[in-house]
């Protein structure tokens, strides 16, 4: 039991800080979850870094205990488990239909799917030491392919000259905890712990050179995120709050405001405030209903 033992008290040590170090990158979406509880929303934000992050604990718990004599590894990753689980099924209610039939997939495909295939080949195909070495390179192959993961944020980051989507504190804590593991990993001679986490270090590390880089920079437009300003849509810009008018039927065309093509330059410009102000006078026969779009999703949600 190296990791527990007082005869590798560096091991200990680095396995201890490893796990109050992950347990708080566990916690760090904590603050999107809030505001998803809050606005009953989840808005644009997706749910395949919780799916794929409780895929990644179910595989080292796994591997924890076929290997034997890995606590560290199993109390962090059981944590994580539960923690995971709790995002998800947030997600799950509050989510649109849409969401939630692709977050069922990916989940009976990930974590049902592809884990039930793994744990059924290791244990029926392989035995003693081959089992845990098969299962340690599935391991680290996943772990390469999550460090991977950051380079769409990178890219993003050089192109809008903007650190909106990086946090600092997150690119910050996944080094310190990649650097920790990897000297558990060195300490225990598992190189399957170790591996993984020099790439880890490797990303954090850029990622925080691309912070410094951009953070004062003015943020530049891109296809996909430019308005008619040319700049990429502020905070105060997330959400337009919409009065969408339902006509009814015996309601003449001319009162509802809608007027031909060949009329139009005879209809005074008004601004937005004044549409608004002047509906419910304008037009009491109709249906008025307040519709919140939100920019981060292509849903639209009635208030």
Not at 76 to 98: L, R
Not at 135 to 148: A, N
Not at 149 to 168: C, D, N, W
């Amino acid at each position: 039991m190296a990791g527990l033992s007082l005869q590798h008290p560096w091991a200990f040590a680095f396995g201890l800080l490893g796990n109050v170090i992950s347990f708080m990158t566990f916690l760090a979406p904590i603050p999107t979850f809030y505001r998803i509880f809050k606005t009953k929303s989840t808005e644009g934000f997706q749910s395949v870094p919780y799916v794929v992050a409780l895929f990644s604990a179910m595989l080292w718990i796994f591997y924890a205990l076929i290997k034997s004599n890995e606590t560290f590894l199993i109390t962090i990753n059981a944590a994580g488990c539960v923690i995971e689980t709790i995002y998800i099924v947030m997600y799950f209610v509050y989510a649109p239909k849409k969401a939630k039939m692709f977050t069922a997939k990916i989940f009976l495909l990930l974590n049902v799917g592809v884990f039930g295939v793994i744990l059924l080949l290791t244990l029926l195909l392989f035995k003693g030491g081959k089992r845990v070495v098969m299962l340690g390179w599935i391991c680290v192959g996943f772990s390469v392919s999550v460090f991977v993961a950051p380079l769409s944020i990178m890219k993003r980051v050089i192109q809008t000259k903007s650190v909106e989507y990086m946090p600092f504190s997150l690119s910050l804590s996944l080094t310190l905890s990649a650097v920790v593991w990897f000297l558990y990993g060195l300490l225990i001679k598992d190189k399957y712990v170790a591996l993984p986490n020099v790439l880890g270090f490797t990303f954090g590390v850029v990622q925080m050179v691309l912070y410094v880089l951009y953070m004062n920079k003015k943020p530049v437009a891109v296809a996909e995120g430019k308005d008619a300003g040319g700049k990429l849509p502020s905070a105060a810009d997330e959400h337009v709050l919409v009065n969408i008018a339902k006509l009814s039927p015996s309601l003449p065309e001319r009162s509802s405001g809608v007027h031909p093509v060949a009329q139009m330059a005879a209809v005074p410009n008004r601004s937005c405030a004044a549409e608004a102000a002047a509906l419910p006078a304008m037009l009491p026969n109709r249906d008025v209903v307040d519709v919140f779009v939100s920019r981060h999703s292509p849903a639209v949600h009635v208030v």
